[in-house]
């Protein structure tokens, strides 16, 4: 069985599937940290985080990040919205 996943959505379903977790707490990169739980949330997981602010970057970086986690969150719309199976099972 291949545990692996590309998304938060994956990797919330998974983290259910596979693990049976129907709670959990969440460490990851505070811009992350509002959809990994709000995506584990509306999967069934009862879910709190902790965010980590100790990656600092440049201006560019931060845009960056920014943009990519808007696309991320568009993303998981669609997968909630679809309920989509992951990529592996």
Known sequence: MILE??????????AKRIFNLSQLTIVTQSYHLVRAVATRRALGIDAMGVGDNSAHSTHHGVVARVIRDQLACLKTVVDLATRQNPKFD
Not at 8 to 14: A, G, K, N, Q, V
């Open 5 to 14: 996943a590309f998304g938060t959505y994956e990797s919330c379903l998974r």
